[in-house]
């Protein structure tokens, strides 16, 4: 059963902040993404990761940056973060094959005030 | 990239009467076409998918269907169930790549 984690389900934070949020995968999945979801809007990708230290920029990836260090592990980073950043966010992870299903962890509530 | 557009953003229903979602994506070369679900609170997840090269896919009450010369793609619930009842979200697949439609609101009236 894959299970991917996210380090908060919710989170506050002040314009200026650096922010952290972090995803963990336990199915030695190579590729991992970020999202971000607003009403409205859908799910808009922000970065994905088809490798470790392998990263490509999606839709939206303005304001924002990543880390892959390790296999189970990606991080986004909102350098300063802005309150147009806040959003639900979703880490997501899958195999290289373009026809499987990527696993979603349960979101981040990111609020900047 | 990817443009990919979902109708309609809300939809109510009679339990036991049909929903259908309809999709429409830019990029011809997309050969991949999930549907994930999405409950209240709770992590999108697959419920059914579609390939480029099939017209249509059946899995018990929902059905998926696929005219990749007018690039659009549908979900079909029947029998709706309170337990359908959720937000629905299409997705195009390009390079690895998932681009999301806006999703579709579903409630099942009882």
């Known amino acids: 059963d894959v299970k991917v984690t996210q380090s908060s389900r919710y989170l506050v934070k002040r314009t200026g902040e650096k922010v952290f949020l972090e995803c963990v995968q336990d199915?030695?999945?190579?590729?991992m993404f970020w999202y971000r979801q607003d009403p409205g809007l859908g799910l808009r990708l922000i970065y994905f990761s088809y490798d470790v230290k392998m990263k490509e920029k999606g839709d939206i990836p303005e304001g924002y940056s990543v880390s892959r260090e390790k296999k189970e592990r990606f991080s986004l980073i909102l350098e300063s973060a802005s309150t147009n950043q806040t959003s639900m966010y979703l880490c997501?992870?899958?195999?290289?094959?373009?026809?499987?299903?990527?696993?979603f962890g349960p979101g981040t509530r990111l609020t900047v005030l | 990239g990817e443009n990919v557009e979902q109708h309609p953003s809300t939809l109510s229903v009679q339990e036991g009467d049909s929903a259908v979602i309809k999709c429409t994506y830019s990029?011809?070369?997309?050969?991949?076409f999930p549907w994930y679900k999405q409950e209240l609170g709770k992590r999108p997840q697959l419920i059914i998918d579609?390939?480029?090269?099939?017209g249509e896919k059946k899995d018990q009450r929902i059905a998926v269907t696929l005219n990749k010369t007018a690039k659009h793609f549908s979900l079909h619930i029947t029998e709706t169930q309170p337990e359908d009842s959720a937000v629905y979200f299409c997705a195009a697949t390009l390079d690895y790549k998932l681009s999301f439609g806006a999703g579709t609101t579903v409630t099942v009236r009882a």
């Open positions: 990029d011809s070369a997309s050969n991949y």
């Open positions: 579609i390939r480029s090269n099939v």
């Open positions: 997501a992870s899958s195999t290289p094959d373009t026809y499987n299903e990527q696993f």
């Open positions: 199915m030695d999945h190579e590729n």
